[in-house]
């Protein structure tokens, strides 16, 4: 839980998030994408915003190129930027936070809450006592298209040459606690600061130490602009509901305010800490272990204790396996025997969820569409848990009729030391996870085996000693999960369920417990030990039937839908397109009698199976195509002019030639073709975000080209007004899907001579 609010009659040198939330109504009205107008509108708030508190704001106005997979992500972006000047400074601090939107939402968390953050955390710093080093707010632009007002920051403003540390916001929902889910490698002094600094701590090395597991994988957050240029930082972000996140439930009415505070709480107190340290001291060689133990009480290390610990653990493994051999309690063959047991079931039973939550998005139309999580999710959740856990209790009921108990146990903990020892190893941020449980429950089993108890007490001592197990798993769980959440949603694969893995190793230090209940014999039962499995069973049956009776859409959780306008230029025929799965009525209204279900394809979607069916044809221009110079020998450079007759905001292009693109610019910015091959060079493709009026220029340098084919497509916002058939507005239990707003669309194709 984020914190309580605090009022906004409180002090000025305090951060309230009531005092925040005129300024989140004012830019949180609509959808405010880059190059819409009210983006625009956004950023003539923030500028008198920041010119009412008595600074110099300035705006940084540039193209950047975002490198991606297949193409480049290209923007003219406007950064709000405003630097306070310290007494006596180190270095920069800066707070970054987006003002660009999701087209598909009016951006209240993501990232309205940021931006009132920073505005909010200005006005109490301006009333307190000043700092010692220098304040950059960056209120960056085209984060939601590919972080480009970061990367036009740390790449071209002079200002970004002094930045010492960065701190970024972001969220993913409307609600909870924010938790500060990334930091900046060789974090140990900053990790030891920071502990020192906020008062409501909520963070894990498990968040760096995943996404360090996945090579070339962005966090997608502006922080990364940052630390991969050297510059330490701190990211934070807030997941809860994440259905809201990028959709029409992203506003005002839905945000937590507790969030705002919980961010607020963490920018204050940051900014007044490390702005009066000296910034230069704050590298140090290697990182820190981190994890809370209670909401505000947090454990750090560093990681040069991570290895010490494993061996420890793994000393006093052997040491228990010892004294269960001299207790005649345990065997070599029952405990490798209980290994490959709990391996077996682990995996066999996180697989069984994965394969259970595919079949139930396989079967409830309710989970086939695009939206990240869904609105019944925390129940699923706990009835997957439930389930996991019956299912490993059925298991180790029937197990327990052919093995003896502590062998199964021993077993169980075995895997738990070579997880301890890889993870220690490999990916020392999350071994915590595995050597501090582990280090308890050893702690107890040495204590039966050398008093030989075999009482109710040992049972009792081995929940207590799962207690650490469920406060350190329990957070990681529902964060990652959050996360399987976001992929699950965009790749459009049963991901949510990984996050069984992490119920399936607490089930291993449950094992006891389970030989308890499978001990239970009722007189008046005929196979007593499949009372307490069968129970759970039933439980986990009721709250899966529960969530899927509750899976279906309303006024208050509306079902997301895309629809778009196409005109295909050259052909002169126009459709409508949809890459729903499904065709609900008020796409049928539009679409007519005559969709049908094929593979639709636009520039900035994927490939999909989806809906098309014809639509009237609106005389709506194309892209223009003007030619700048004419070629010039064999190694000829192409100048063009690319612009929007209707004034469309996004432009993707898709050119090939026969030849070889040697070198290539938009908008006189450099495109970084090193790392293509020959054959790669023959083909350039890129989307421009925030195209201007007057058009952006693409130069291209060609050998050995005789033409050059370009498939152009632009997009304006919504539907067009198409006369005798007037389009009904999507009715309340309906929005667009996140990400995927109502396009025009004019779609070209031309050949340049060259």
């Not at 394969?355 to 998005?361: A, I, N, Q, T, V």
């Not at 991901?495 to 007189?523: D, K, R, Y």
Request: positive net charge; aromatic residues 10%.
């Amino acid at each position: 839980m984020p914190p309580n609010v605090i009022p906004a009659t409180a002090p000025l040198t305090e951060f309230s998030a009531d005092r925040a939330m005129p300024d989140l109504k004012a830019i949180s009205q609509a959808p405010h994408p880059i190059g819409s107008a009210a983006h625009t509108a956004v950023r003539e708030y923030l500028m008198a915003q920041l010119k009412a508190m008595g600074l110099q704001p300035e705006i940084q106005t540039t193209t950047v190129v975002q490198p991606g997979d297949g193409g480049f992500c290209v923007g003219r972006v406007n950064n709000v930027l405003v630097r306070i000047s310290g007494k006596a400074s180190t270095g920069a601090i800066v707070l970054d936070g987006h003002y660009d939107a999701a087209d598909t939402g009016p951006g209240a968390s993501d990232c309205g809450s940021c931006v009132v953050t920073g505005l909010e955390t200005l006005r109490a710093i301006r009333a307190g006592t000043p700092l010692h080093n220098d304040l950059i707010f960056v209120f960056a632009d085209g984060e939601e298209v590919g972080m480009l007002g970061a990367r036009a920051f740390v790449t071209e403003h002079p200002w970004a040459k002094d930045v010492k540390l960065a701190i970024n916001f972001e969220a993913s929902g409307s609600r909870g606690a924010a938790v500060m889910y990334i930091t900046s490698r060789n974090n140990q002094r900053l990790i030891s600061e920071f502990v020192k600094a906020v008062p409501y701590p909520r963070m894990t090395s498990f968040s760096p130490a995943f996404w360090g597991l996945l090579p070339g994988a962005q966090i997608g957050c502006d922080l990364e602009e940052y630390t991969a240029r050297g510059i330490g930082g701190f990211g934070f972000y807030y997941g809860g509901d994440t259905p809201a996140y990028h959709t029409l439930r992203d506003n005002v009415t839905e945000i937590d305010r507790r969030s705002i505070q919980h961010n607020g709480s963490y920018s204050l107190s940051l900014l007044k800490h490390f702005g009066n340290l000296d910034l230069k001291t704050l590298t140090t060689t290697q990182n820190a272990v981190y994890f809370n133990i209670l909401p505000n009480v947090v454990v750090h290390y560093p990681e040069a204790q991570v290895l010490p610990l494993a061996m420890v653990t793994s000393i006093l493994f052997v040491a228990v396996i010892w004294f269960g051999f001299r207790a005649r309690r345990l065997t070599l063959k029952g405990i490798s025997l209980g290994a490959i047991a709990f391996l077996l079931s682990a995996i066999g039973v996180t697989i069984l969820a994965i394969l259970g939550w595919w079949l139930m998005r396989s079967l409830n139309p309710s989970l086939q569409v695009f939206l990240i999580g869904n609105y019944q999710a925390n129940l699923y959740h706990l009835s997957f848990v439930v389930l996991t856990v019956a299912t490993m209790m059925a298991i180790y009921t029937w197990l327990y009729r052919r093995f003896q108990m502590d062998n199964l146990a021993m077993g169980a903990l075995f895997i738990w030391l070579l997880s301890t020892i890889a993870s220690s190893v490999w990916l020392p941020g999350a071994s915590y996870l595995f050597a501090i449980p582990l280090l308890c429950n050893l702690l107890v089993w040495s204590w039966i085996f050398l008093t030989r108890n075999q009482s109710w007490i040992g049972i009792l001592l081995l929940s207590v000693a799962i207690v650490p197990g469920i406060v350190l798993l329990l957070p990681v769980q529902i964060y990652f999960g959050s996360w399987m959440a976001r992929f699950e949603g965009l790749m459009n694969a049963p991901l949510s369920t990984l996050q069984m893995f992490f119920t399936v190793l607490l089930c291993g230090l449950l094992i006891p417990q389970f030989g308890l209940f499978a001990s239970f014999s009722p007189v008046t039962s005929r196979s007593p030990r499949w009372i307490v499995p069968g129970s759970t069973l039933l439980i986990g049956i009721i709250l899966l039937s529960i969530a899927t009776f509750n899976s279906g859409f309303s006024a208050a959780h509306p079902r997301p839908n895309t629809m778009s306008y196409l005109l295909d230029a050259n052909r002169g025929q126009a459709s409508w397109v949809s890459s729903d799965r499904h065709l609900d009525p008020w796409k049928a209204q539009i679409m007519g009698a005559n969709a049908r279900q094929q593979q639709v394809e636009f520039g900035l979607s994927p490939v999909s199976t989806g809906f098309s069916a014809p639509a009237p044809l609106m005389n709506l221009p194309a892209l223009e195509v003007q030619r700048l110079e004419p070629p010039t020998s064999s190694k000829s450079t192409l100048r063009l002019r690319l612009k929007s007759p209707r004034q469309a905001s996004i432009a993707y292009i898709d050119l090939t030639t026969q030849g070889t693109i040697a070198r290539a610019e938009i908008d006189r910015k450099p495109l970084d073709l090193t790392s293509l091959n020959p054959k790669q060079r023959q083909a350039l493709k890129f989307i421009f975000f925030g195209l201007p009026p007057a058009g952006i220029e693409l130069n291209l340098e060609l050998t050995n080209s005789q033409s050059v084919q370009m498939k152009l497509e632009d997009y304006t916002w919504g539907l067009p007004a198409i006369a005798g058939s007037a389009i009904a507005p999507r009715p309340a239990d309906l929005m667009p899907a996140p990400g995927h707003p109502d396009y025009t669309i004019v779609r070209k194709q031309v050949t340049i001579l060259n």
